[in-house]
């Protein structure tokens, strides 16, 4: 069953612990995307990677921290410098073109 | 810095009429124009794109007009279905952000019977 699997669907944590956010997908794309979703908002790029073992910074990388050692997977993690992480945490894959296809999301809430 | 916009937070439409979701945009080397349909808790499903070297894309119901000089383009679903109801979010990109994606702040459809 091809696609996106992104876990868990909910995350409960306490302010000032790291967490990891788990993306995998098994479509054979090269692009991995992550992106947050914030309540009325748009979806805005924290992170991107267009091949193993090299990524990039997007627009609100404050705070996140990536790898990605397998083509297959791009594990996010929130750190305790992230001031606001409560949000919806996407994952996307592209490819080879811009196409993306967004995996189901993940809900972090931090209190 | 908005670089997309969609200005309408929301639009109510009868079933089987025409859905006009617009989008402004102020980045000139955006290559490429996607949209996306949203429910809550869910990913976005990619529905069509368009190259900023057409002026139209079209795929069943769903068509997207671009007009370059003015920077704004549109998506046009004729004819809406109550199915059709959801956040659709219009995004941009070019080849030099790693095709990274731009995303406006979304338009709430109603589709009411």
């Known amino acids: 069953d091809g696609g996106i699997t992104q876990s868990p669907k909910y995350l409960f944590r306490k302010e000032g612990q790291n967490v990891t956010l788990s993306c995998e997908q098994n479509?054979?794309?090269?692009?991995m995307y992550w992106y947050r979703q914030d309540p009325g908002q748009g979806l805005r790029l924290i992170y991107y990677?267009?091949?193993?073992?090299?990524?990039q910074k997007g627009d609100i990388a404050e705070g996140y921290s990536v790898s990605r050692e397998k083509k297959e997977s791009f594990p996010l993690t929130v750190t305790s410098a992230q001031k606001n992480p409560t949000a919806f945490y996407l994952c996307?894959?592209?490819?080879?073109?811009?196409?993306?296809?967004f995996g189901p999301g993940t809900r972090l809430t931090v209190t | 810095d908005q670089q997309v916009k969609q200005n309408s937070p929301s639009l109510s439409v009868q079933e089987g009429r025409i859905s006009i979701l617009n989008c402004d945009y102020t980045?000139?080397?955006?290559?490429?124009f996607l949209w996306y349909k949203k429910y809550p808790a869910e990913g976005p499903t990619f529905l069509i794109s368009i190259s900023s070297i057409k002026d139209k894309n079209e795929d069943g119901r769903f068509t997207v007009f671009l007009n370059k000089s003015a920077k704004h383009l549109s998506l046009h679903i004729v004819p809406s279905q109550p199915g059709d109801s959801a956040v659709y979010f219009c995004a941009a990109t070019f080849v030099r952000s790693g095709y990274a994606l731009n995303f406006g702040k979304g338009t709430s459809l109603l589709v009411t019977p």
């Open positions: 479509l054979n794309h090269d692009a």
């Open positions: 980045n000139s080397m955006f290559d490429y």
């Open positions: 996307a894959t592209a490819g080879g073109d811009y196409e993306q296809y």
């Open positions: 990677s267009q091949i193993v073992n090299d990524f």
